[in-house]
T-cell receptor
Framework: KQEVTQIPAALSVPEGENLVLNCSFT??????LQWFRQDPGKGLTSLLLIQSSQREQTSGRLNASLDKSSGRSTLYIAASQPGDSATYLC??????????FGTGTSLTVIP | DGGITQSPKYLFRKEGQNVTLSCEQNLNHDAMYWYRQDPGQGLRLIYYSQIVNDFQKGDIAEGYSVSREKKESFPLTVTSAQKNPTAFYLC??????????????FGEGSRLTVL
């Protein structure tokens, strides 16, 4: 069964820093990988979707990369802001179109 | 606006009662999902449906039931058989599962508390 790991579980950075969040998965036979943001008490908001044939996707200050062979993805956030504080989750889809989630990285950006 | 609507946002239940959580989507998505989220445990799949009148058990289906009579609706019933129902419940949907590349979208969630 696919297992998804996100390290670190929590991260605190000063405003303006660039940062990288990590996501690793055990089965490289994925169809896509998706990054989400979750604010406390809210649902998940999709940030970026990377198809299995792609290496990266960008949206504004966010850049996500995918290395299927090593089972890893990173989410790069440039020039972090206090409004970026949230929990970030990654999820992968397998052949059954089921989605497997990591437990997330809780990010705090200090003004 | 297109999206997924979950209701109620907060729900309190006495032990022994069944409760139903509503999930409606107007994205014309084929697949719909119910997840449970507990602190420190991530999201766990309860049930999913890839087409109307069909649904499959997820990893933690015991004590839950669903129906999919309409494409846009996928209600979840938490029965009295669910021993620890207090949790945050999330509904999601994705486009044509046959493509297997669909993006997953979520509702705002429903928080159930057993008194």
């Amino acid at each position: 069964k696919q297992e998804v790991t996100q390290i670190p579980a929590a991260l605190s950075v000063p405003e303006g820093e660039n940062l990288v969040l990590n996501c690793s998965f055990t089965d490289s036979a994925i169809y896509n990988l998706q990054w989400f943001r979750q604010d406390p008490g809210k649902g998940l908001t999709s940030l970026l979707l990377i198809q299995s044939s792609q290496r990266e996707q960008t949206s504004g200050r966010l850049n996500a990369s995918l290395d299927k062979s090593s089972g890893r993805s990173t989410l790069y956030i440039a020039a972090s802001q206090p409004g970026d504080s949230a929990t970030y989750l990654c999820a992968v889809t397998n052949t059954g179109n089921q989605f497997y989630f990591g437990t997330g990285t809780s990010l705090t950006v200090i003004p | 606006d297109g999206g997924i609507t979950q209701s109620p946002k907060y729900l309190f239940r006495k032990e022994g009662q069944n409760v139903t959580l509503s999930c409606e989507q107007n994205l014309n998505h084929d697949a719909m999902y119910w997840y449970r989220q507990d602190p420190g445990q991530g999201l766990r799949l309860i049930y999913y449906s890839q087409i109307v009148n069909d649904f499959q058990k997820g990893d933690i289906a015991e004590g839950y039931s669903v129906s999919r009579e309409k494409k846009e609706s996928f209600p979840l019933t938490v029965t009295s058989a669910q021993k620890n129902p207090t949790a945050f419940y999330l509904c999601a949907s994705s486009i044509d599962v046959r493509q297997r590349t669909g993006e997953l979208f979520f509702g705002e969630g429903s928080r159930l508390t057993v008194l």
